[in-house]
């Protein structure tokens, strides 16, 4: 599709081209022309002044015809030879030219395709599981009062998963719009901590990991609602995958006229092949999954990385295996 279009636009730049180009050679050969116009007048009209004068062979009417004749077809063939090259040349250029320009749109493309593939791969699994359970049950004529409870138990299990990723889904899209972000105001990174602490509490507390804050009261500017989500994000992710009786640390520093927040863990850690596809969507490593068995879909740090980006950040990760890993983010 996009080669199509590439060859559709290339031939609408050379078009333009040639156009411009034939036009400039017709206004030279007019303007030429008309300077030989003039000069063969002239040298009529000298020679109509003083019949009597006698010119040698190189000045004679017909030697100044032949002379503008000559140069008319030099410069035609120059001219010809000139819009040849341009032709050339511009198709070349402008092929080039049309990739380039198309490139950002194929990007986009893709990247729809993949996340309405990825979309519908990871719908797909609680949608089968619970078609599946409804399925067995119309089958079953003797199905119990307490099989039906346990049934429609496990649909809304399934249909919890579902909103779980729905939701996602539309934060993603929400964060990924371009010019989606907010006015920006002056908020309390300190605050900002506390709100997203307050939210993995109750996680932190379940699996025995206590969380050491150490920010102080430093003002930015961006917004509460999805700062809050991006650190409760990272804090979310390090509880997940840190250690039991471990402890999780985050660290506030001010770096010139930036704010440089760290979340370090204790945990499993990731592999160094797995690294570089962390912030994909739906990317969660299998090795980390055999490790320790963690709900979710893999879009928490695809969201992270967008809300970054929408505060003009950036986000980095360093992490080693079975040694912990350590989110910095300098906004």
Do not use: C
């Amino acid at each position: 599709m996009f080669e199509k279009a590439k060859i559709k636009l290339t031939s609408w730049y050379l078009l333009i081209i040639m156009l411009v180009s034939i036009v400039f050679s017709l206004v030279i050969y007019v303007g030429v022309n008309k300077d030989l116009e003039r000069f063969e007048r002239m040298q009529g009209m000298r020679l109509k002044a003083d019949k009597s004068l006698v010119l040698p062979p190189p000045l004679s009417r017909e030697f100044n015809e032949q002379f503008a004749a000559d140069a008319r077809n030099r410069l035609i063939f120059t001219l010809i030879f000139i819009n040849s090259g341009i032709f050339v040349l511009a198709g070349f250029a402008g092929y080039l030219l049309a990739g380039i320009t198309l490139r950002p749109i194929k990007e986009m493309v893709d990247e729809q395709n993949r996340f309405i593939a990825d979309a519908s791969h990871e719908l797909r699994t609680p949608l089968t599981s619970l078609k599946t359970s409804i399925e067995v049950g119309l089958r079953n004529k003797k199905m119990t009062l307490q099989e039906a409870k346990k049934l429609i138990e496990s649909n809304l299990e399934d249909v919890q998963s579902l909103q779980v990723l729905s939701d996602g889904l539309i934060r993603l899209n929400y964060y990924q719009k371009p010019n989606g972000s907010k006015a920006f105001e002056q908020v309390s990174i300190k605050n900002i901590l506390a709100n997203a602490l307050t939210k993995v509490k109750p996680m932190a507390l379940k699996n025995k990991i206590k969380i050491i804050s150490k920010a102080a009261d430093n003002k930015i500017q961006g917004d509460e609602k999805s700062l809050t989500e991006l650190f409760a994000i990272l804090l979310d992710n390090a509880i997940k995958y840190g250690k039991t009786n471990s402890q999780v640390e985050v660290s506030v520093k001010k770096l010139n006229n930036r704010m440089v927040v760290v979340v370090s863990d204790k945990g499993i850690g990731i592999d160094e092949k797995d690294l570089p596809h962390v912030f994909e969507r739906f990317y969660r490593a299998e090795k980390s999954r055999s490790k320790k068995d963690v709900a979710g879909y893999g879009l928490g740090l695809s969201i992270a990385k967008k809300i970054v980006e929408m505060h003009n950040g950036i986000i980095k990760i360093k992490s080693k295996k079975d040694e912990g890993t350590t989110f910095t983010v300098t906004l």
